[in-house]
């Protein structure tokens, strides 16, 4: 059995601005250099025999200080969605750029790619290889992205994305499950 540990990377000065990350670097911001402390103490007492993080800046951030003295393996494929041209824009500059297309992307992300980004169809298959790479037995911790963390969620579920956006998945929130040869049992999402 693999116990996975799934954790959401700290804040941003982009996620207090509302605006898209996606690949885009930012370094965590004060408060989410404190969420990845608290995080920290979440998992104290815990050991991992393997820790993972998304390339991105903020996720190795995260990673590095939550579980000090431990090098996380980075792997890209742990990624956020890419939003292209998109990232760095709020909402509402992307509305004023792209106006029609974001408005069919937020009713149906599957059925439409921001200008220059990554397929939610392509996004899925790199989080379900990610997935499937983890080792079948130990304790795992991966450090990621909310996006990230629904596109697992909606494998596990056998749901589309966009049918668990309505989940919240916070700065350094942690998702667990028990994963078994012939199935999971998630025992928390966002704890």
Known sequence: MLRLTLARHGATEWNAA???QGWSD???????RAQAEALRGRLAGESFDRVVASDLLRARETARIAVPGVEAAT??????????????LTSAECAARDGDLLARWTADPASVTPPGGEA?????????????????EGSVLVVAHA?????????????????????RIGPC??????????????????A
């Open 18 to 20: 509302g605006r898209h």
């Open 26 to 32: 930012p370094p965590l911001s004060a408060e989410g």
């Open 75 to 88: 792997d890209r494929r742990w990624r956020e969605l890419h939003f292209g041209a998109w990232e760095g």
């Open 120 to 136: 939610v169809a392509e996004f899925e298959a790199r989080v379900a290889a990610a997935l499937d790479a983890l080792p079948a």
């Open 147 to 167: 996006g990230t963390i629904h596109a697992v969620l909606a494998r596990w579920m056998g749901v589309a994305l966009r049918q668990t956006l309505a989940l």
């Open 173 to 190: 929130g942690i998702t667990r499950a028990e994963v078994f040869p012939d199935g999971l049992r998630v025992q928390c999402v966002n």
